[in-house]
């Protein structure tokens, strides 16, 4: 059986590692105390704060997947990779400590009242209904859809890889579902039918990767906060249950958002099938994988304990905050 068309060009849509920005390489060799007052100066400019770790985080987790484009992820340099550790738990650190403003969670102690906060969380909080997408499906134009459209694709690009990375630590229903989830990424083992591959659709042509790893230089800190938090909380064993809390709350969104993307794209006529099939599929797939993560929520055995229960939640309210805080900044940026 013979490979489809654009499955031949490498994925992501990256070039190979070009080198560290200057910024983070002074920041990798500088000593730990002075990395720690250079964040504590930047907190005083939000703007700069958020740039800062966004742009570097950015650097630094994408390169637990792998990619090419990644420091260290083709050679062997290990006092490269140990700094390179080192800054990112510091900057992590520095994301959920002082950046990040999720609300309060509340205290519940079974997996069933957990499971009913996260649905109603679903139903109601700032991100599903941003006025991001209403401003999508009414007033945006041709051009600043496509913009969004580019926008998602590299934001959706590894999803594969972080639900692959999802799995990792969890048990019993919460893996099944995981798994499931995963397996539906794989597009359940046919190349055509991965969600990837509906991207690579979007790009078309050898010509489409070559514009879009053209452009990768001027995506904008904001656009990857979702990315990082959630590479952050999949990462590191002690944030696993806030990676499934995370996770339920962006597949929450995609259907009730991607929704009211396909109304702009219809509206500005934007009818290719190979530009629309990504968010079409995902508006009958995501409210089916956003139930089964709060179902195994509900069903898991062994029954997680309290603080365990706490961190779901907690994730998910990342989620929210961060979710929220990228559409703020994007719907500014498009608007202009
Ligand atoms: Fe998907
Ligand atoms: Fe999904």
Redesign the pocket.
């Known amino acids: 059986m013979s490979a489809p068309p654009l499955q031949d060009l490498y994925w992501p849509p990256v070039r190979p590692f070009e080198g560290l920005a200057p910024e983070l390489a002074r920041f990798l060799s500088a000593p730990a105390d002075a990395q720690a007052e250079r964040l504590a100066r930047l907190r005083t400019d939000p703007e700069a704060h958020g740039r800062f770790l966004h742009e570097h985080l950015a650097t630094l987790t994408s390169r637990s997947l792998g990619y090419r484009d990644g420091p260290a992820t083709l050679t062997r340099d290990d006092d490269l990779e140990i700094a390179l550790f080192a800054a990112r738990t510091r900057l992590e650190r520095e994301l959920f400590d002082a950046w990040a403003t999720p609300a309060p969670v509340p205290e519940l102690h079974t997996q069933e009242a957990a499971a009913d906060h996260l649905d109603a969380l679903a139903a109601d909080n700032s991100g599903v209904s941003h006025p991001l997408f209403h401003y999508l499906a009414r007033d945006a134009t041709r051009d600043r859809i496509e913009y969004f459209v580019r926008c998602e694709l590299i934001r959706n690009e590894v ?1 594969d890889d972080e639900v692959a990375l999802l799995v990792v630590g969890l048990q019993g229903k919460q893996k099944a579902v995981a798994a499931a989830n995963l397996w ?2 794989c597009g359940r083992g046919r190349l055509e039918n991965f ?1 990837t591959y509906w991207l690579r659709r979007q790009l078309g042509s050898a010509d489409g990767w070559e514009e879009l790893a053209r452009y990768r230089r001027e995506h904008p800190w904001y656009a990857k906060i979702t990315s990082n938090l959630f590479t952050a909380l999949l990462t590191r064993p002690s944030r696993t249950q806030a990676a499934y809390g995370c996770f339920f709350v962006f597949e929450s969104w995609v259907e009730p958002h991607f929704r009211l993307l396909l109304e702009g794209m219809d509206r500005v006529g934007l009818h290719d099938e190979d530009m629309r099939l990504y968010f079409t599929a ?1 508006t009958r ?1 995501d409210p089916r994988h956003s139930q089964e993560l709060s179902d195994g929520l509900r069903a898991q055995r062994p029954r997680l304990s309290p603080a365990e229960l706490c961190q779901v939640l907690r994730g998910a309210h990342l989620a929210v905050d961060a979710g929220t805080r990228q559409y703020d900044r994007l719907l500014r940026h498009l608007e202009r």
């Open positions: 999803v539906d990424e969600h995902h797939i």
